[in-house]
């Protein structure tokens, strides 16, 4: 599909009768032209919903508001528009209103583990920096619904400088991820202060932005973005495509100009039934993907926000997914699927499963084929035992110092330098019992 063509005209020209191809390639053009009623959806679509229908749509947006950039209204194919998958992400669906006892105005607890203001604090390492709170365009899958259409909406300097103040004053946060809202949604300047303050901070290693603005106002990407970008790396850019249809002659220009400039792109893709639920629309996406550069980071559980319901699949589909792409095609065309855990747990990655069993001598394994296999353990091995002195190892790290974080989880129950041995949840009525409790450190 060509930049400018003649769908894309008509709707430019219904909007604003003076449109030329180079005002639809400007977003600030784009952006006072969104399409925000259902109307104007039935106007510019040439499309007409049932009268019911219609009350209950306006009615949703009421609780959840519509906005779409011209352009990605522009890719619906009118023809069978309520299986289109743009259609499906862009505008609402009665489903909406019908909320279910599951669902959550924040299930990832995000509000929760807020230490400083716009920040999200989960994993050790890494912190979420909420920067914008506008988006080019609302997604009816969006998992932050609850935050859709705030007024206010750009932070204030003075309100980011305390997320920057958290982060500059918490020495493990190595990785800082700036999301929203969409932070391209800011002017160039207001970012570039944003990623000269992070860059100041001696113990932050990475900066990533999370973004739709490829997917869904390309012309974003604009050269003088990208050259003030290109000042702060190491910088890594996620977009989110979720169908092949969204990469076009538009998105690809804007991708080309993130890589080129030398900018890592991956991709995070949310499972939408109706939308993407098929494995060979997956590999259509992944492969699209890789050709321009992009590499297919995570694909998303759909999560138990309110009013989406009717996106849901079962766990079973991501599974069925991954299988066909896992040994199917190129190793690094294939997301991860992650569940991001209700209540706050994190992401959380599922996979089909290949190994099958095993004994102290051999595991035994199956491919993406169905054949088994076998692998022979080593007949002896050396063990590493860490105490952490990485001084009097064989190993070469050589930590200067310990400064290593403490081990968390799991991995402190494999670790040999930690004596836990259980994980015990919280609220056990046999061991609150015991009167010799021991308090964890
Ligand atoms: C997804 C997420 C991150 C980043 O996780 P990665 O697995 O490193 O991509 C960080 N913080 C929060 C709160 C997140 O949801």
């Known amino acids: 599909m060509g930049i400018y063509n003649t769908t894309q005209k008509e709707i430019a020209k219904q909007l604003d009768s003076g449109a030329s191809r180079s005002q639809w390639k400007d977003w600030k053009w784009q952006r006072t032209h969104l399409i ?41 194919d009118t023809a069978d528009y309520e299986n289109d998958p743009v259609f499906r992400q862009a505008v609402p669906d009665p489903s909406e209103l019908l909320l279910s006892a599951c669902e959550m105005s924040d299930p990832l607890a995000e509000d929760k583990d807020s230490p400083a203001p716009q920040i999200t604090h989960r994993y050790p390492d890494r912190v979420l920096f909420h920067v914008s709170n506008v988006c080019s365009m609302y997604c009816r899958h969006c998992t932050r619904k ?81 050259n ?24 690809k220009a804007a991708l080309a100009k993130l890589a080129d400039a030398g900018i890592p792109l991956g991709n995070q893709t949310v499972l939408l039934a109706g939308v993407n639920d098929c494995p060979r629309i997956m590999k259509r996406l992944v492969h699209k993907l890789v050709q321009n550069r992009v590499r297919p980071y995570y694909l998303y559980q759909c999560d138990l926000s309110e009013g989406l319901k009717h996106f849901r699949t079962p766990v079973g589909k991501g599974i069925e997914i991954i299988e066909s792409l896992i040994g199917h095609t190129s190793g690094f065309a294939v997301p991860t699927y992650v569940i991001d855990a209700p209540g706050g747990g994190g992401k959380i990655p599922v996979m089909p499963t290949y190994l099958i069993s095993w004994s102290t001598n051999k595991v035994v394994l199956r491919n993406y084929e169905g054949i088994i296999t076998t692998y022979k353990e080593p007949d002896s091995y050396e063990p590493i035992f860490c105490d952490r002195n990485c001084n009097d190892c ?19 129950l494999l670790s040999d330098s930690n004596e836990a041995i259980t994980l015990v949840p919280g609220g056990l009525e046999r061991i609150e019992r015991r009167s010799d409790v021991e308090e964890d450190e």
Do not use: C
């Open 228 to 251: 003030m970008l290109k000042k702060h790396q190491p910088l890594w850019v996620n977009t989110h495509f979720n169908h092949p249809r969204e990469i076009t002659a538009s998105s």
């Open 36 to 76: 925000t009623s259902i109307d104007e959806v039935e106007r510019l679509l040439e499309v007409k919903f049932s009268p019911e229908r219609k009350v209950k749509l306006v009615k949703t947006l009421e609780k959840f508001p519509l906005a779409i950039t011209p352009y990605y209204l522009s890719l619906i």
């Open 146 to 226: 609850r935050k859709v259409g705030d007024r206010d909406s750009i932070p204030a300097r003075d309100t980011l400088k305390e997320g920057i103040k958290y982060i500059a004053e918490t020495p493990e946060v190595r990785d800082v991820l700036l999301s929203g809202g969409d932070p391209f949604l800011l002017s160039d300047k207001y970012l570039d202060w944003i990623l000269t303050e992070l860059g100041k901070i001696d113990h932050v290693e990475v900066i990533r932005i999370g973004t739709r603005t490829p997917v869904v106002l390309p012309y974003r990407i604009t050269d003088e973005l990208v």
């Open 394 to 412: 064989s190993l070469q790290l050589k930590l200067d110092g310990a400064d290593e974080l403490k081990s968390v989880g799991i991995s402190r």
